[in-house]
């Protein structure tokens, strides 16, 4: 079974910059595609970002190139999710999600609890 949890949100400032960290339990990390998806108050979940196993390929929505960067560390069954010139549209809970299957449909099976990211004027 793969738990993923979340965590770093917080309250920041537009322009600034948060890190989130998913911790996905289970030994076989390293065979999961993992992505972020975002779900801002009155709107409905959308994909972020996505990383492939090796951590070689990257996949993000057009709104956050440039800005969020993800990655992964196999060893410690982590993936990360740099956040910088944030604005506040990007505020929302943030979850991270776990797969065995292509990355290239945007499915997830294993889902976090979401942490509550939130950018200030």
């Known amino acids: 079974q793969v738990q993923p949890v979340e965590s770093g949100g917080g309250l920041v400032q537009a322009g600034g910059s948060l890190r989130l960290s998913c911790l996905a339990s289970g030994r076989t990390f390293n065979s999961l595609n993992m992505g972020w998806f975002r779900q801002a108050p009155g709107k409905e979940r959308e994909y972020v970002v996505a990383i492939t196993r090796s951590g070689g390929i990257t996949y993000y929505t057009d709104s956050v190139k440039g800005r969020f960067t993800i990655s992964r560390d196999n060893a410690k069954n982590m993936v990360y999710l740099q956040m910088n010139s944030l604005k506040s549209e990007d505020t929302a809970v943030y979850y991270c999600?776990?797969?065995?299957?292509?990355?290239?449909?945007?499915?997830?099976?294993?889902w976090g609890q979401g942490t509550q990211v939130t950018v200030s004027e």
């Open positions: 999600a776990a797969k065995y299957g292509p990355i290239t449909d945007r499915a997830y099976t294993y």
